[in-house]
T-cell receptor, first 114, second 115 residues
Framework: NAGVTQTPKFQVLKTGQSMTLQCAQD?????MSWYRQDPGMGLRLIHY???????DQGEVPNGYNVSRSTTEDFPLRLLSAAPSQTSVYFC?????????????FGDGTRLSIL | AQSVAQPEDQVNVAEGNPLTVKCTYS??????LFWYVQYPNRGLQFLLK????DNLVKGSYGFEAEFNKSQTSFHLKKPSALVSDSALYFC?????????????WGAGTKLIIKP
């Protein structure tokens, strides 16, 4: 059981480039989300999805797009990379969107924008 | 505004001693409370949660947490620390009435257990 798988683990981009961070889960979880983690700031929610075909914005959505065409996959797209997007990105999932459900996290993608 | 505070950036404890990692919150009503642990270069792992009921909840790896409604606190505890407990610990809170499914996260506390 792989849980939540994120690829790539590391990436360096130049300003203005675009890329997609991949996230897949094999637990048939309804709820998936993307966070960014910056030192001393905890986690900030970028986008989330409560089921296939449904996405919504979190706290810091600007510069990012998501889609949820299947239950398993929830890719995060950086449209035009900026140095301020240098961060560690985590994908998480939970069985449902019920607010008492704990989240399962991937191991993260470490992204540097030059 | 809703918020979570972890007042200590770092906590140092000798192996075998009890440990406490503090968390206070500012969320109205009866929030759901969570603790997660992050080891280096890994994602966060769920430790325990408080939803309702007994104020003392037990979780993974021998950790427990005490919910105190009057002090709006949810401190993480362990009776006897292990070197392997050294990690980054996050407290998170969710308002069950909130429509946007967001967890409110603390900034994290680095726990260092010295042999």
């Amino acid at each position: 059981n792989a849980g939540v798988t994120q690829t790539p683990k590391f990436q360096v981009l130049k300003t203005g480039q675009s890329m997609t961070l991949q996230c897949a889960q094999d637990m048939n979880h309804e709820y998936m989300s993307w966070y960014r983690q910056d030192p001393g700031m905890g986690l900030r929610l970028i986008h989330y999805s409560v089921g296939a075909g449904i996405t919504d914005q979190g706290e810091v959505p600007n510069g990012y797009n998501v889609s949820r065409s299947t239950t398993e996959d929830f890719p995060l797209r950086l449209l035009s990379a900026a140095p301020s997007q240098t961060s560690v990105y985590f994908c998480a999932s939970s069985y449902s969107a019920d607010r008492n459900q704990p989240q399962h996290f991937g191991d993260g993608t470490r992204l540097s924008i030059l | 505004a809703q918020s979570v505070a972890q007042p200590e950036d770092q906590v140092n404890v000798a192996e075998g001693n009890p440990l406490t990692v503090k968390c206070t919150y500012s969320v109205s009503g009866n929030p759901y409370l969570f603790w997660y642990v992050q080891y280096p270069n890994r994602g966060l792992q769920f430790l325990l949660k408080y939803i309702t009921g007994d104020n003392l909840v037990k979780g993974s790896y021998g950790f427990e947490a005490e919910f105190n409604k009057s002090q709006t606190s949810f401190h993480l505890k362990k009776p006897s620390a292990l070197v392997s407990d050294s990690a980054l610990y996050f407290c998170a809170v969710r308002d069950p009435r909130d429509s946007n499914y967001q967890l409110i996260w603390g900034a994290g506390t680095k726990l260092i257990i010295k042999p």
